[in-house]
């Protein structure tokens, strides 16, 4: 930690040329919502811990001479950092995601409308199914694990075939069906997918056989 | 009845602080927030109101910290979104500063206001006001209950003799937890047992041997023989279970913290129209014998896995593992034998290739037909219609081996039956609980294991035993390091006010609603007024449905709710409708609804609950009181309820709802119930126009002094013992045909439910009435006040009469009507 910052107190940096502090704690992220400055997102819920999936919340932060492009949502200011939001070199990183979004779920309008809002209307990467609205990026899995406290839905396979799954693909028993993770989904994607993973009627309620 | 006293609010060093959320964009902009800040200023009884761009992020919470221990604030509502998402993360950051559980509550501005209406931002800000009073009148009726810690004491104990028993004890001592293991047999004899219900398993009896020897052996656990369960009673944490002794003679009791289940199938012969003869004709158990002897029949034997043909095609797959093992045992031990297995190919055949190369070594045919020509028994062949060309075969035999008939067997059902489950005769005990939260305790999963809860092989049932104990051992060590609390909305029961009716057990489906241990003095046995904190669910039904009003959900209590709907229902214009959504469907759409961007009428006011069951009839009678012209409650399909048959009860309700609005002569289109699901949001806004339609065609009230006694004596009918008994016990589900006691229809059903409303109407307008006057009434005066015929009106007078409801003086020999001296 920097010297210059006592333990506890506010971190003074800036965020698009306008003085900011932060508390203990807060990431780039909250400090420059909580200023009002816009950075956009898809993977970030404020009731789970973020982990930066999405990559649409890149900024570019400058300390003395040294210049990176990081994910706010999972970084920590330091005293005098200089953080842009919207410098040519962040959106240029938010044109490629967004692009590579457009290739993984064609089908959400929720995408589409951010990639337009970008200049990016189509795609140079392959897409695998047109009718996708799924992004993974992972606020199903967080939430059903930290929120609900289960764990009925999970990330299967790795890489460019990982897909959202209920463990060992089969509706499982441990789904409450209370449909947490159909309201934290960004693009809808779940809410024609519920069913797949809260099992068949009977399992869900109780009040049947499933032989 | 202290009616009065429910509806007072305790205004008493109550802090409430509101908290609005932009939400970037979503909120501010739409709804004009410095309008709404200066609405909610107004109010009395408000300590603060702030405007943060995001609350639910560390910045915002720092600042309600800041605020919250400045003010001393010890209710907060924050208005932004949906509270099943966002909630937790308040209560736990703001448990330190005296926010603790129960006492935030969350309004879901974006998605039930700023989102979805195209109002103007003034507009909006009005309603969200209204819905955030509403809110607050909730919370500053919220008695807040502590937190009950479950006190764990005692081992666990594994009954039902199951060979689950076992694997579960042996897990149950490896993670140091203290075990009974009650046993009805010795263990030689619960060794063989397993032979006989899981024949064929040749290659597992000595890990079975060696992991009864290593249980046996075991410190932590105890082996004690016993005779039949009797009686369980008790909660979790804290069980008394009473078993026969041995000789069946007299009892013995065990205090236990938690209780195991392991249930065994039971294997019995196959029905005669196989041919089962136990000579050439045999089942899977016979062979096992005759194997275990070493005096198999000599020729040709052939299994014929017949489980489909049988009628029980779920154990197809372990008939077909335990024929395949014993054609191997047969072949590798007698060489002389032979040996066919004989399959359905419908059934997944669970042999690797191993299995198969040895098959071929061994030369065992295995024979899939097509299960759709049944094979037939001949003399010496069996003819069956092979998979692989549909031609017709026939196999030769000597021996025909059958699959065992495996049925749930009635001890297993006697247990389970103890143990509160509901059971079906010759149905297996499989069932998949209600679950609300994970460390819900259930009777299913959690409790009952073994072969007669899912048909399983010997490993797979001791397997379910491990991971049982796995789950128990968790909870147990929760609960004696003091770490486990009971959730904070359950149900308590007033133990003063019940009359043991039980009502509530039957209507509890989550078995939470236990009998208290020993006798009630002048009540005998068996009195089930104490509720298991880990069972409950927390739904309420059955504080909405007590007679006595004695049971009380904590933390969501019918006051809360009658200030709730007081608060709304006040204030509402005259063109506007209100409503109740359950948090699984109802409520879970509308905000689905926001999120998907569906626009509809702002005229519309939707308070969330989490399950309508906890919606008194005494609410619905209170928001007509007060001022709402429409209600409408949308909860989930009636087969997809969460809880013990919620939707079914309110369904009940809302009948006796429109019965009763009919008798006061007012629409009985004016509360409506709905069915609505989260994936389903465009439904949901359907729902919500029809009904602001009907009302619109109905319009508002015609509120006077008449109407507004009219609808006070319907809130007051709703108290009467009466209605809520029958609302209670009569609850139909909307398909079922058998009707209670002397009703043969539904007809003749209705018709007794409308003259007990109508009786306990008109009773409730009477009191009312002579409240009003304040002196003594004539029949004729009662009768024309009432609008109901005079005889009609003596016969309910007279009734009254007797049970002292009201007094009967006579002038000149004339009768007059008065309220009883109340000794109250």
Redesign the interface.
């Known amino acids: 930690m920097n010297p210059k910052n006592k333990p506890g107190g506010l971190i003074k940096f800036v965020i698009d040329g306008q003085k900011v502090e932060?508390?203990p704690?807060?990431?780039i992220l909250?400090?420059a919502?909580?200023?009002?400055i816009?950075i956009p997102t898809l993977c970030f819920?404020?009731?789970v811990t973020p982990w930066g999936s999405c990559r649409l919340c890149v900024v570019e932060t400058r300390y003395g001479k040294r210049s990176q492009v990081v994910a706010s949502c999972l970084t920590r200011p330091v005293p005098e950092l200089e953080v842009m939001t919207n410098s040519e070199r962040v959106q240029n990183v938010r044109r490629w995601v967004l692009e590579m979004l457009l290739a993984e779920c064609p089908a959400s309008r929720e995408v589409k409308d951010l990639a337009a809002q970008y200049g990016v209307t189509s795609t140079r990467f392959a897409i695998k199914d047109p009718n996708e609205e799924c992004l993974k990026c992972g606020r199903c899995v967080a939430?059903c694990h930290e929120?609900?406290?289960?764990n009925a839905l999970t990330f299967g396979s790795r890489g460019v075939t990982k897909q959202l799954e209920t463990p060992h693909r089969v509706p499982n028993?441990a789904c409450?069906?209370?449909?947490?993770c159909?309201?934290?989904c960004p693009t809808?994607a779940l809410?024609?997918r519920?069913?797949t993973v809260r099992g068949d009627?009977?399992?869900?309620?109780?009040?049947g056989?499933?032989? | 009845m202290s009616r009065g006293s429910t509806a007072k609010i305790s205004a008493d060093n109550v802090n409430l602080g509101v908290f609005l959320c932009e939400c970037g964009s979503r909120i501010a902009p739409k709804v004009e927030l410095a309008d709404l800040t200066k609405l909610l200023q107004k109010e009395k009884g408000l300590a603060h109101v702030e405007v943060l761009p995001f609350p639910c992020l560390a910045p915002g919470l720092d600042r309600i910290k800041e605020v919250a221990a400045g003010k001393g604030l010890n209710r907060l509502i924050v208005a932004g979104c949906e509270n099943r998402i966002t909630l937790s993360k308040f209560e736990k950051a703001l448990d330190g500063v005296g926010l603790g559980e129960g006492r935030i509550d969350m309004v879901n501005l974006r998605d039930h206001v700023a989102q979805v209406h195209a109002a103007k931002p003034a507009a909006l800000a009005r309603k969200a006001a209204k819905l955030i009073q509403a809110s607050g009148a909730w919370l500053k009726t919220l008695e807040p209950a502590t937190r009950m810690r479950i006190d764990y004491q005692g081992p666990v104990i594994v009954l039902g003799g199951g060979i689950a028993t076992f694997g579960a004890a042996q897990e149950l001592a490896a993670q140091g937890v203290d075990t009974i293991i009650a046993l009805e047999r010795s263990e030689e004899e619960e060794f063989l047992q397993a032979h006989r219900l899981f024949p064929g398993e040749y290659h597992f009896y000595d890990r079975l041997k060696r992991l009864m020897q290593e249980v046996s052996g075991s410190r932590r656990v105890r082996t004690v023989q016993v005779g039949e369960l009797r009686q369980v009673s008790g909660r979790f944490g804290d069980y008394t279970v009473t078993f026969a002794t041995p000789d069946g003679l007299g009892t013995q009791d065990f205090q236990v913290g938690a209780i195991i289940a392991a249930l065994d199938w039971e294997m019995d012969h196959q029905h005669a129209e196989f041919g089962h003869d136990g000579e050439r004709i045999i089942c899977q158990v016979e062979m096992h014998d005759r194997l275990e002897k070493g005096r198999p029949a000599p020729g040709k034997t052939v299994f014929w896995v017949n489980d489909f043909e049988a009628g029980h095609p779920f154990t197809a797959h372990l008939s077909l593992k335990s024929a395949w093992q014993m054609a191997e045992y047969l072949r590798e031990s007698f060489p002389d034998s032979q040996a066919l297995v004989l399959y359905n190919s419908n059934i997944p055949i669970l042999l690797d290739a191993f299995d198969r190369s040895r098959a071929r070594q061994l030369n065992i045919s295995l024979i899939p037909y097509d299960g759709s020509v049944r094979p037939t028994i001949k003399s010496d062949f069996l003819s069956f219609n092979r998979a692989s060309d549909q031609t017709e075969q026939e196999v030769p035999w000597d021996t025909l081996v059958l699959s065992a008939r495996r049925i749930p067997g009635t001890k297993s059902l006697k247990t389970a039956k103890i143990l509160g489950l509901e059971v079906k005769e010759e149905e297996f005990l499989e069932r998949y609980p209600q679950m609300v939260r994970p460390d819900q305790v259930v009777l299913g999963e959690k409790l009952m294991v073994g072969s007669a809860c899912q048909p399983c092989d010997l490993r797979n049932a001791i397997h379910q035993g491990r991971q049982v104990a796995r789950k128990t051992a968790a909870l147990v060590k929760k609960g004696l390091a003091g770490e486990l609390y009971a959730p904070l909305v359950i149900s308590t029961v007033d133990q003063a006010k019940c009359s043991v009716c039980t009502l509530c057990r039957e209507i509890c489906d989550c078995l939470a609603i236990q009998p208290v241990s020993g006798p009630v003095e002048g009540l005998g046995h068996n009195v089930p007024r104490m509720v298991d904190p880990m069972l409950c669910t927390g739904e309420g039904t059955c504080a909405a449905s007590c007679p006595e009003l004695a049971l009380t959900l904590q933390n969501s209590t019918l006051a809360q709710h009658e200030a709730r709907v007081t608060a709304l229902a006040q204030r509402l214009a005259k063109n506007e409708a209100m409503g109740f959504g359950c948090q699984w469907s109802g409520a879970a759409a509308a905000d689905q609804a926001g999120l998907r961007r569906l626009t509809y009428s702002e005229r519309f006011y939707l308070l969330p609950v989490r399950c309508l069951g906890q919606i008194d009839p005494i609410v619905m009678g209170r928001a007509f009181l007060e001022g709402a012209n429409g209600l409408l409650l949308i909860g989930c399909h009636p087969e997809e309820c969460h809880h013990s048959y919620g939707i079914d009860h309110t369904w009940s309700r809302v009948w006796v709802m429109k019965k009763l609005l009919d008798l006061c002569g007012f629409e009985r289109e004016r509360i409506a119930l709905a069915h609505a699901d989260i994936t389903k949001p465009d439904q949901y806004v359907r729902t919500v126009e029809s009904f602001l339609e009907t009302i619109d065609g109905l319009g508002p009230f015609q509120r006077n002094a008449h109407t507004r006694s009219k609808l006070k004596s319907l809130y007051d009918a709703l108290h009467s013992y009466r209605v809520r008994w029958v609302l209670g016990v009569s609850l139909r589900r909307p398909w079922e045909t058998t009707y209670p006691m002397h009703m043969p229809n539904p007809e003749a059903y209705d018709k007794t439910l409308t003259e007990i409303l109508t009786e306990e109407f008109f009773r409730a307008q009477v009191k009312n009435l002579l409240r009003e006057h304040g002196k003594s009434l004539q029949l004729a005066d009662i009768a024309q006040a009432l609008e109901v015929d005079e005889e009609q009106a003596y016969d309910y007078l007279k009734d009254m009469g007797y049970e002292g409801q009201v007094a009967i003086v006579y002038i000149n020999r004339m009768p007059y009507y008065d309220l009883p001296l109340s000794p109250h």
């Open positions: 932060a508390g704690g807060w990431s909250e400090t919502r909580h200023h009002h816009h819920h404020p009731a939430v929120v609900v406290g289960v028993n409450v069906g209370c449909g947490c159909v309201s934290v809808g809410q024609a519920l069913d009627l009977a399992r869900r309620t109780g009040h056989f499933a032989h």
